[in-house]
């Protein structure tokens, strides 16, 4: 089953073109990730599909209802955790998940959720007393207290310091576990890679590349083989990483050396990214 | 499960999301208590002041009976019209509307909250108003509490309309509560909410003949300080109404549930 279904998606802000005709699907229980810089186009798509804003043409389908005109029950089954949002400040984590979750026919507990999102001693604290990361838990707590099918999760961990993003990240791999479908923006790369099924890069409205964080970073840039010949750094970059790593190796076997030095390395998703980016968009 | 069906639950399910977000406003308000202080407490203190300084009779009536009616117009428009449109700017800055935008919470019901929310505290206000009135000023009870209620909410319908109007077109949380007082309190001044205008130059009671508020303190001025009906004021209900319906046609063309910082 497909969860999300986006076809010729278009959306012009008077003569900016914001999205550019975008196509891809995303199945139930698939961890989806959208990257690009800041403009690509992602909030705008995400947003649309949240039914926050209207299309100006394409077809869309999520979770089988049209976000612009949903089903009864669709605001049911998603979880929106946004960019900025800055809730009743006097008010502590456990209230705010008790009033979120009374907003929603079929809940989780109240409890449960403060706990999934690691803030059960901070449950009686007022939510201005939350760190920022704190914070971003208490967003995520509210979006999946409804316990939603469909999560979106904007820039979930911009901000957070290290050890708050492991501890997000694996609140998300958490998410898949129970067989709920996400759909993730990010400006991290590894964040992406981390956690996604797949993943789509957008530039200037339109999507460039999509596939699994393997695919994009196999298909894409050469391996980089290097080593080192009189104190010198020689770099190989090639598709048939294992032919060439053969003829250098049987090479240097035969000749009796050392190939100092020697590193094989699969271009990073940031590495990909940064190249798909840079590079012309085809008319 | 039929159409019919369908409707009837779905309608029991929205009193029941509006009972929850009424509970909700009212933690929400009486948790900030710089807040609920000032919206609450201001215009009781403004009661004691004005009772104190004025003398003589209006309309045949002892004058701190007309402040007291000045007061409770006041304390109308301060709850429905400023209250209300404070509140809608710091939630839509904060993102707090666009977040409960995608709960199943449906924006009229929202609304409706938020107003009875408001009207709740006013009320406690009111009450207090004339438990003051009555202690120290000796003002009477008001003669028909029914039609006192329904001028109440009639003005803070029309109030409350403006309300969103003037939130949808205040751009930061920052200012807000600034434009909302710049427009609030010269308009209770120059209305007769803060005393009689009888003594105002000409020019300034030319201005206040064009407000709601003006008209709304005569509505409850008949109300309270004659015992009519509201009813018996159709010039002024048709003012206040028009007024109410230019607010909800400017709220209905310009309000936003997002951010105005984001495009």
Known sequence: MLAIEVSGLRKAYGDLEAVRGVDFTIEEGEVFGLLGPNGAGKTTTVEILEGYRRRDAGEVRVLGSDPGKPAQDFRERIGVVLQQSDLWPNLTVREIHAIFAGYYGAPRDVDEVVALVGLEEKAGARVKTLSGGQKRRLDLGIALVGDPDLVFLDEPTTGFDPQARRAAWEMIRSLRSLGKTVLLTTHYLDEAEQLSDRVAVMREGQIVRIGTPAELTTTELQTEIRYLRDGEEVLLQTNEPTRVLAELTTEAVARGEELEGLSVRRPSLEEVYLALTAEEVDE | ?????????????????????????????????????????????????????????????????????????????????????????????????????????????????????????????????????????????????????????????????????????????????????????????????????????????????????????????????????????????????????????LTAFKFKWEPRGES
């Not at chain 2, 019209?81 to 700017?89: D, E």
């Not at chain 2, 709960?103 to 009450?127: D, E, M, R």
């Not at chain 2, 202690?135 to 109440?152: D, I, Q």
């Not at chain 2, 409350?160 to 807000?176: D, K, N, P, Q, Y």
Request: aromatic share 12%; with cysteine; proline share 6%.
């Open chain 2, 1 to 249: 499960m039929n159409a019919a069906a369908i409707t009837v639950s779905s309608r029991r399910r929205a009193r029941g999301l509006f009972a929850h977000q009424l509970r909700t406003e009212q933690l929400v308000f009486w948790r900030s208590r710089e807040a609920a202080f000032f919206i609450f407490l201001f215009p009781l203190l403004l009661f004691l002041l004005l009772g104190a300084v004025y003398h003589g009779h209006f309309q045949g009536k002892p004058i701190v009976w007309a402040v007291l009616a000045g007061l409770i117009s006041y304390g109308c428009a301060n709850t429905a019209f400023a209250g209300l449109a404070i509140q809608l700017v710091l939630r839509r800055e904060s993102g707090v509307l666009k977040r409960l935008r995608s709960t199943p919470l449906p924006p009229p019901v929202y609304v409706a909250a938020l107003l009875a929310s408001t009207l709740i505290v006013f009320a406690l206000q009111t009450v207090a108003l004339f438990l003051l009135g009555r202690a120290l000023y000796g003002t009477p009870f008001p003669p028909s509490v029914g039609s006192l209620v329904a001028t109440v909410v009639i003005g803070a319908a029309a109030f409350a309309a403006l309300g969103t109007a003037t939130a949808s077109v205040i751009r930061s949380a920052e200012g807000s509560s600034a434009v909302v007082n710049f427009i609030l309190l010269p308009m209770a001044f120059l209305s007769g909410a803060f005393g009689p205008t009888k003594g105002y130059p000409y020019v300034l009671r030319a201005i206040g003949d064009v407000l709601p508020l003006k008209y709304f303190v005569e509505i409850v001025d008949a109300v309270y300080l004659h015992g009519q009906g509201f009813w018996t004021q159709p010039g002024a209900l048709a003012v206040l109404g028009a007024w109410g319906v230019a607010g909800l046609v």
